[in-house]
């Protein structure tokens, strides 16, 4: 990935690589209160209108460098970063690989609207928090934490996601994630939350019953390898359009019971790998599910070893175990 796109932390000598790659294309106000860095750039801070602001907070992992931001193209877009410590480093203009950066301040101020990419890839960081957020025209949220593999510490409770319609593989992959705090989340606008909480092998408790789901059409792979979850409640969640729901709760492994009693499956045509692997789930409430308008049936409950009861019509438990023969249920 170019400098163009990501910025590098404890790369050497950092701050002259970021004049000379970013100055032109104008993406990135760094460091306000240092005069010596905005003479080089030749540009006066003072002047700039300051909008409603983002704040947010990111901790790397000691000891390592590599991506803790993705910037956006667009050449009116402004993002300022603080290293946020009393180090030498601030007033010496660059950061070499020695210098230790604990804390690192990024606001955003301008009328960006997406939030897509912003966090992914980047493998080093450790914590995460959202300080500020008095702003209401943030409109994607896609792939916004997808591979933060090491974050451990994800602090979003002053998020504004009131005009979001894509909430696609929003933290997939962030598998050392053990809480997340999504009770503020305002969702009554996405229409997509496939793979939204895909690879999270470590959370072990999931609250969203404040979702509302009306929009959303697609709930494919939304829960796979959530395998630390023993208990999962999604019957508030709004299905009535949803038209796929393939790997949807499948290789959560450590789940023991799953709350589903009211689904409304009248649109989805896929439900492929649905339970595969959830392999101490004894019993499933199906009890509302229509499966007419379904085509694809195959692995749904796939390496199922405890599955016993399904509660469920008779023509669709007739129909189970037609295509499931192996599947021992009562």
């Known amino acids: 990935m170019s400098l163009i796109n990501s910025l590098l932390i404890r790369n050497e000598y950092i701050l002259e690589q970021i004049i000379e790659n970013f100055s032109q294309k104008k993406l990135l106000e760094i460091i306000r209160y240092n005069k010596k860095l905005q003479n080089r750039l030749n540009k006066d801070i003072n002047i700039y209108k300051e909008y409603t602001r983002i704040e947010i907070e990111v901790i790397p992992m000691e000891n390592r460098y590599g991506i803790f931001i993705n910037f956006p193209k667009e050449d009116d877009k402004y993002f300022h970063i603080f290293f946020d410590d009393d180090n030498i480093e601030i007033k010496r203009n660059y950061i070499t690989e020695q210098d230790n950066v604990t804390k690192i301040k990024i606001v955003i101020d301008n ?15 450790k914590s995460i928090k959202f300080t500020k957020f008095n702003r209401k025209n943030i409109t994607d949220m896609s792939y916004m934490f997808t591979g933060c593999t090491k974050l451990k510490d994800l602090n979003v409770e002053k998020f504004n996601t009131d005009k979001v319609t894509n909430m696609r593989c929003m933290f997939l992959g962030c598998s050392s994630l053990v809480k997340l ?150």
């Open 181 to 330: 705090s999504l009770s503020n989340f305002k969702t009554t606008k996405v229409n997509n939350m496939t793979h939204m909480f895909d690879g999270m092998k470590s959370l072990k408790h999931l609250n969203i019953s404040s979702f509302n789901t009306n929009f959303v059409t697609d709930m494919s792979w939304m829960f796979n390898e959530c395998s630390s979850l023993k208990y999962l409640d999604v019957s508030k969640l709004n299905t009535n359009n949803v038209s796929d729901m393939c790997w949807m709760f499948s290789n959560c492994s450590s789940l023991k019971k799953l709350e589903i009693g009211n689904f409304n499956t009248d649109k989805v045509i896929d439900m492929k790998c649905m339970f595969y692997r959830c392999t101490l789930l004894r019993e499933l409430n199906l009890s509302n599910f229509n499966t007419q308008n379904v085509n694809c049936w195959y692995l749904m409950f796939g390496a199922c070893p405890a599955l016993r009861i399904i509660n469920c019509s008779q023509e669709m438990k007739i129909n189970i175990k037609n295509r499931f023969k192996s599947l021992k249920i009562e």
């Open 111 to 125: 009328t960006i609207k997406s939030f897509s990419k912003l966090f992914q890839g980047c493998e080093y960081i």
